[in-house]
């Protein structure tokens, strides 16, 4: 297992040491938890347009846009 070291201001430090009592964990398997559960598996991670949409279906829904319809693009112009 490999560590690393990470420098927590004291405001981070107590909420985790307060997570880690209520949980019954050591302070350290917390955060390797928490780790993991943010890491998640490649199987349940989802690319950044679907997570936007689940967000905005579970707020609602989108927006209904009466959007113009297209027309044929213009030819550029000539200055020859």
Do not use: Q
Not at 6 to 23: C, G, K, P
Request: glycine share 6%; charged share 35%.
């Amino acid at each position: 297992m490999r560590s690393i070291t990470i420098n927590l201001d004291e405001a981070t430090e107590r909420w985790l040491r307060t997570r880690a009592a209520e949980s019954g964990w050591s302070v350290e398997e917390e955060a390797r938890r928490i780790l993991r559960d943010a890491v998640g598996s490649e199987s349940s991670r989802r690319n950044l347009a679907a997570e936007i949409r689940s967000r905005v279906d579970a707020a609602g829904g989108g927006a209904d846009l009466n959007l113009p319809k297209r027309t044929p693009m213009r030819d550029p112009v000539r200055f020859d």
